[in-house]
C-alpha cells in the first residue's frame, strides 16, 4: 500500500464547474501538506500548503485537511481552461529534511 | 527573481554510460532536493542536500549520488546507465532544510537508449 493516494483520473469537467480533488494517506507522522500544480513538459508549481486541519483559502483554491481521517483536498472554483493540468498532493513529516511523498497526481481537464 | 534552473533540459544516453545533471536553486536557498519522475512510479525523492551535506537519501541504488557546492548549486550522476532510468529529474530549492516551501525547476528529460 502507498503511503499517498490519490485517484489518477483523468478528471473532466466543464468551465465554471467546482473541482474537488483528493488524497488519502496512512502515516499519521505527516504533518505538511501541499498541492502542486503540474503542466505538461513543466516542474511542479506550488499552488497550496498547510499544516493544520481546517480550510485555506487562496483565490479560487481551497486546501482542506482533515487529519483525523487522514483525508486532504483541493476545491478549484470557477475553473477554467487554464486550470486544465496535473495536480499532485505532496506531504512530509514535522521537522528533518526536505523528504516529500507525493500522490500519483490527478490529470485534470476543464472544458470550455 | 530567477527561479530553479536545471540543465540540460534535455538528455539521451546510451545504456551502461554515465550523466550529470545540474540544478542552480534560488538565490539564497540553501536546500537542494532530486527527485526522479515516472508515469509509472510517479514522483519519488532521491536525495536532499543542505550545506554540501546529504540530509536524506530515498530508496534508490547506489548508481544515484549526488553534490552539493559551496555556491548551492547541485549535481547529480547516474552511473551504468539502465532503461528504466529514463525519466524527468526534477530539482527542488527550499530557503532552508526544514522550510515548507519547495520549488521546483522545469527537470532534465532523460532518455536511455
Known amino acids: 500500500q502507498k503511503e499517498v493516494e490519490q485517484d489518477p483520473g483523468p478528471l473532466s469537467v466543464p468551465e465554471g464547474a467546482i473541482v474537488s480533488l483528493n488524497c488519502t494517506y496512512s502515516n499519521s507522522a505527516f504533518q505538511y501538506f501541499m498541492w502542486y500544480r503540474q503542466y505538461s513538459r513543466k516542474g511542479p508549481e506550488l499552488l497550496m500548503y498547510t499544516y493544520s486541519s481546517g480550510n485555506k483559502e487562496d483565490g479560487r483554491f481551497t486546501a482542506q485537511v482533515d487529519k483525523s481521517s487522514k483525508y486532504i483536498s483541493l476545491f478549484i472554483r470557477d475553473s477554467q481552461p487554464s486550470d486544465s493540468a496535473t495536480y499532485l498532493c505532496?506531504?512530509?513529516?514535522?521537522?528533518?529534511?526536505?523528504?516529500?511523498?507525493f500522490g500519483q497526481g490527478t490529470r485534470l481537464t476543464i472544458n470550455p | 527573481k530567477a527561479g530553479v534552473t536545471q540543465t540540460p533540459r534535455y538528455l539521451i544516453k546510451t545504456r551502461g554510460q554515465q550523466v550529470t545533471l545540474s540544478c542552480s536553486p534560488i538565490s539564497g536557498h540553501r536546500s537542494v532536493s532530486w527527485y526522479q519522475q515516472t508515469p509509472g512510479q510517479g514522483l519519488q525523492f532521491l536525495f536532499e542536500?543542505?550545506?554540501?551535506?546529504?540530509?536524506n537519501k530515498g530508496n534508490f541504488p547506489g548508481r544515484f549520488s549526488g553534490r552539493q557546492f559551496s555556491n548551492s548549486r547541485s549535481e547529480m550522476n547516474v552511473s551504468t546507465l539502465e532503461l528504466g532510468d529514463s525519466a524527468l529529474y526534477l530539482c527542488?530549492?527550499?530557503?532552508?532544510?526544514?522550510?515548507?516551501?519547495?520549488?521546483f525547476g522545469q527537470g532534465t528529460r532523460l532518455t536511455v537508449v
Open positions: 527542488a530549492s527550499s530557503l532552508g532544510s526544514g522550510d515548507t516551501e519547495a520549488f
Open positions: 542536500y543542505f550545506s554540501e551535506t546529504q540530509r
Open positions: 505532496a506531504m512530509r513529516w514535522w521537522g528533518g529534511a526536505q523528504k516529500l511523498v
